[in-house]
T-cell receptor
């Protein structure tokens, strides 16, 4: 059973701090990695995707991928109370698969 | 530019009944995936439709079926509803040749 693991949290950080969210995956053949943000009662919103080892930056968000260690992380700089949400990590398996496998999410709480 | 739309927003059904959920993909997208999200869990892949055919299916029973129309919109049908089918049903669309999936607002199904 291919799995995506996330710490459920809550991860609590003060406003202005860097929030670091981590995700590990079991399928070494995984190709593509996604971070979604989900506010309570709402649907997931795609905020970042990364396909190659290394870092990818978009505004206050940085996704980091290490395929050898099978982990992907999301850094949120200058965290704001509006960033408080559940962050879902999703992994696309090998090339022949189209589905995304999701972790259960990490709840982030940014304290004013 | 309209995003992914789903209808209805909420639905209450009785055990044993049948339900149909509808999805219109984002403009320019031709691939539709359906997911089930239970409370506190990540979305679980049901199936994906491309060129009006089911391209891949997750671990869901045959009670779950779908359809894609020539305009790329899609339906999810669930027969013989069980209490355990109560969940948020999410539709996601993707542009041709890309792996990113963009979710609609979801349909909250309650089975009593």
């Amino acid at each position: 059973q291919k799995e995506v693991e996330q710490n459920s949290g809550p991860l609590s950080v003060p406003e202005g701090a860097i929030a670091s969210l981590n995700c590990t995956y079991s399928d070494r053949g995984s190709q593509s990695f996604f971070w979604y943000r989900q506010y309570s009662g709402k649907s997931p919103e795609l905020i970042m995707f990364i396909y190659s080892n290394g870092d990818k930056e978009d505004g206050r968000f940085t996704a980091q991928l290490n395929k050898a260690s099978q982990y992907v992380s999301l850094l949120i700089r200058d965290s704001q109370p509006s960033d408080s949400a559940t962050y879902l990590c999703a992994v696309k398996e090998m090339d022949s698969s189209y589905k995304l496998i999701f972790g259960s999410g990490t709840r982030l709480l940014v304290r004013p | 530019d309209a995003g992914v739309t789903q209808s209805p927003t909420h639905l209450i059904k009785t055990r044993g009944q049948q339900v149909t959920l509808r999805c219109s993909p984002k403009s320019g997208h031709d691939t539709v995936s359906w997911y089930q999200q239970a409370l506190g869990q990540g979305p679980q892949f049901i199936f994906q439709y491309y060129e009006e055919e089911e391209r891949q299916r997750g671990n869901f029973p045959d009670r779950f079926s779908g359809h894609q129309f020539p305009n790329y919109s899609s339906e999810l049908n669930v027969n013989a509803l069980l209490l355990g089918d109560s969940a948020l049903y999410l539709c996601a669309s993707s542009p041709r040749g890309f792996y990113e999936q963009y979710f609609g607002p979801g349909t909250r199904l309650t089975v009593t």
